[in-house]
């Protein structure tokens, strides 16, 4: 059992001054694995202050300076690749090239940042007047489960190439991933104060963070009800918000499409994270006349996508990261069937050969209608909607009936047809085809998707604000 009991703060490990723990789980066995601490507001306090006195040195260092700690940073996360891969494993459950992909995220998230400041141009003339980007102030971030590990590592980032001390409350279901990488990133030796991570729930922490009168920005992801909970908050003191929220992405299939192609690419998308992700293409669009040719691929791709736990490496598809997210997945697929939505493959349960594990069964829904909530809600886990439409208009108008906005996602052959179409959908992100992900490339949503933009240049300015010389 591992007790986790400190928080960094001000360069060191020190005690939490909570008195509550959360137990940690690891999520293949249901076993209980450790304990954290839950931090008071005290320790939100603490942290802040550090924070507060680290930031008018830090934020006057020259991003010259700055390059180096973020790649300090990213030799540090680097180095310990090993252990933060099996803190993930354990704790999160995730398949092997998810796990991966995040470990070798976490340094190269600073990498990328250090790549932004060494071009940025952070001045600007508007005639005489001379506009320098300026720190927004102490920054909060707030971290979700489903990627704990690499939004600390993005957040931290663009914190440090703005020259923004920071205070991070990760999510109180990876502690033992936090650990592993705040003694990682320790040992970059940023000045103290400049980063600070405290343990605890978001009813305590959490929201003590968002309505820190001492906090300028508020940086979160999660759930789009704590987001708006987080906003409020916010707005008490005005601070800046990035809000990367739900998603119920849609991924159209033009009926120009080859299907070979396209079938393992919708199953990738829908099942990115064991579909514990809000970028997941959850709503797949398919037109009328290839319905039963792409449900019956669908089907049968579902072979590529083995249930198992971390450690075994055919796995595909690993267990949901709780109790509570494994009942909330069971519940969407009893509602789907009450909806009236046929199950094409899967169903309630788990797999077959699995008799313990939060694993629950891949599940694709057919003949769904967009107004069913198993195609308005989030369920994030593998459960897939396979939607029916006429033509390019009836996709288009399906794909924007949501009240989400996050990442679709458009398949056929045709580039300037999947450009036109893909220009239409309401969402910060359109994959074309299966795209590479680019770690540069601007990242959130419209509507309840959230507020503001990640990664590269959108989200290291979403850190600054201009100051106005006038001359
Ligand atoms: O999220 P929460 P939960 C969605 C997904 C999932 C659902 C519930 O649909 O099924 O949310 O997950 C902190 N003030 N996503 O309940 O509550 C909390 O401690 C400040 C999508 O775990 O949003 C944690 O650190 N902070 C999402 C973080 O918010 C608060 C990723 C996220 O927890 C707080 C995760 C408060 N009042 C879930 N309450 C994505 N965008 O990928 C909680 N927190």
């Given at each position: 059992m591992r007790e986790i009991t400190e928080n960094y703060i001000d360069g060191q490990f020190?005690?939490?001054?909570?008195?509550?723990?959360?137990?940690?789980?690891?999520?293949?066995?249901e076993e209980q694995i450790g304990n954290v601490r839950l931090s008071a507001g005290r320790d939100v306090d603490t942290a802040v202050a550090a924070a507060k006195r680290a930031f008018p040195a830090f934020s006057n260092t020259s991003p010259g300076d700055r390059v180096l700690m973020l790649r300090r940073l990213a030799a540090a996360a680097a180095d310990n690749a090993d252990a933060i891969r099996k803190a993930i494993q354990e704790e999160y459950g995730a398949p092997a090239p998810f796990v991966d992909f995040t470990a070798n995220h976490a340094g190269n998230a600073f990498l990328d940042m250090a790549a932004v400041l060494e071009t940025y141009a952070r001045t600007r003339n508007i005639g005489t007047t001379e506009v320098e980007m300026r720190p927004v102030g102490v920054a909060g971030a707030i971290t979700?489960?489903?990627?704990?590990v690499g939004f600390i590592c993005s957040k931290l980032a663009?914190?440090?190439?703005?020259?923004?001390?920071?205070?991070?409350?990760?999510?109180?279901?990876?502690?033992?991933?936090t650990q592993v990488l705040a003694e990682a990133l320790h040992g970059a030796g940023l000045p103290s104060g400049v980063f600070n991570i405290v343990n605890g729930s978001g009813a305590d922490a959490g929201s003590a963070l968002a309505a820190h009168p001492d906090i300028g920005k508020i940086s979160f992801?999660?759930?789009?009800?704590?987001?708006?909970?987080?906003?409020?908050?916010?707005?008490?003191?005005?601070?800046?918000?990035?809000?990367?929220?739900g998603g119920k992405g849609a991924q159209i299939v033009l009926d120009d499409a080859d299907l070979d192609v396209v079938v393992p690419n919708l199953l990738a998308n829908g099942?990115?994270?064991?579909?514990?992700?809000?970028?997941?293409?959850?709503?797949?669009?398919?037109?009328?006349?290839?319905?039963?040719?792409?449900?019956?691929?669908?089907?049968?791709?579902?072979?590529?996508?083995?249930?198992?736990?971390?450690?075994?490496?055919a796995s595909r598809i690993g267990p949901m990261v709780s109790r509570k997210q494994w009942d909330q997945v069971q519940s969407y697929i009893a509602l789907g069937r009450i909806e009236g939505a046929r199950v094409l493959v899967g169903g309630e349960g788990r797999p077959d050969g699995i008799e313990r594990g939060w694993f629950v069964r891949p599940t694709l829904f057919t003949?769904?209608?967009?107004s069913m909530r198993i195609a308005r809600e989030e369920i994030f886990g593998p459960v897939l909607s396979i939607i029916p439409y006429r033509d390019e208009e009836d996709a288009i108008r399906i794909a924007n009936d949501t009240d989400y906005g996050l990442q679709n996602y458009v398949l056929g052959t045709n580039s300037d047809r999947l450009r036109r179409v893909a220009r239409r959908l309401e969402s910060g992100r359109v994959v074309i085809n299966g795209a590479a992900h680019n770690p540069l490339a601007p990242f959130g949503g419209t509507k309840q998707s959230g507020v503001g933009r990640e990664y590269g240049v959108f989200g290291l300015e979403a850190f600054l604000e201009p100051r106005a010389l006038l001359i």
């Open positions: 020190c005690p939490s001054t909570g008195t509550e723990n959360a137990p940690l789980f690891n999520p293949a066995t979700p489960w489903n990627a704990n663009v914190a440090v190439a703005a020259g923004t001390s920071i205070v991070i409350k990760p999510s109180e279901m990876s502690a033992m991933q992801t999660g759930s789009t009800t704590t987001g708006q909970a987080v906003y409020r908050a916010a707005a008490a003191t005005m601070k800046r918000v990035t809000l990367e929220l099942f990115i994270n064991s579909g514990q992700a809000c970028i997941a293409g959850t709503r797949i669009l398919v037109p009328f006349r290839l319905l039963a040719e792409v449900e019956a691929r669908l089907a049968a791709g579902l072979a590529e996508w083995p249930v198992g736990p971390a450690f075994d490496t003949d769904v209608s967009n």
